[in-house]
């Protein structure tokens, strides 16, 4: 059986850095995504990230070749076009979108409840000898 317990202030901070770097890392992605296209960069017009040192080296496709076209169609609501710059890219699109979406949606809660935590709220967890000494008070 699984015990439901509120999370204590060290949890939550814990959870709020995470859900922070999280949409730190994924956000920037989806909105890159949806900024530039693979137009543009096919044409050179954009360079990003610049050009494939594997492909300028060997003249062969490297195993992210295509990435960043897919994702920037993917980006576009272009899925099949994604899929075929990179099988992958429409797969990292949606996980980057989820990861953005659900990172957010922990930080609104914590913001509220951060306005509704009561003033005694500890900041710390106790330590061991508090719990002790808290239930052995003799």
Same mark, same amino acid.
């Given at each position: 059986?699984?015990?439901?317990?509120?999370?204590? !202030?060290?949890?939550?901070?814990?959870?709020?850095?995470?859900?922070? @770097? @999280?949409?730190?890392?994924?956000?920037?992605?989806?909105?890159?995504?949806?900024?530039?296209?693979?137009?543009?960069?096919?044409? $050179?017009?954009? !360079?990003?990230?610049?050009?494939?040192?594997?492909?300028? !080296?060997?003249?062969?496709?490297?195993?992210?070749?295509?990435?960043?076209?897919?994702?920037?169609?993917?980006?576009?609501?272009?899925?099949?076009? =994604?899929? !075929?710059?990179?099988?992958?890219?429409?797969?990292?699109? @949606?996980?980057?979108? =989820?990861?953005?979406? $659900?990172?957010? =949606?922990?930080?609104? @809660? =914590?913001?509220?409840?951060?306005?509704?935590?009561?003033?005694?709220?500890?900041?710390?967890?106790?330590?061991?000898?508090?719990?002790?000494?808290?239930?052995?008070?003799?």
């Amino acid at each position: 059986m699984i015990v439901k317990r509120p999370l204590d !202030r060290a949890e939550w901070t814990t959870l709020i850095a995470f859900a922070a @770097v @999280v949409f730190a890392l994924s956000a920037p992605l989806a909105a890159a995504c949806t900024i530039v296209t693979p137009e543009a960069i096919e044409s $050179g017009r954009v !360079r990003w990230p610049g050009p494939c040192p594997h492909r300028a !080296r060997y003249g062969t496709d490297c195993l992210s070749c295509g990435m960043t076209r897919g994702l920037a169609a993917a980006g576009h609501g272009h899925f099949g076009a =994604a899929w !075929r710059y990179h099988p992958a890219a429409p797969v990292l699109f @949606v996980i980057a979108c =989820a990861a953005a979406c $659900g990172s957010l =949606a922990t930080l609104v @809660v =914590a913001a509220r409840r951060r306005r509704t935590a009561p003033a005694d709220w500890p900041m710390v967890p106790p330590s061991r000898s508090d719990v002790q000494s808290a239930r052995d008070p003799g």
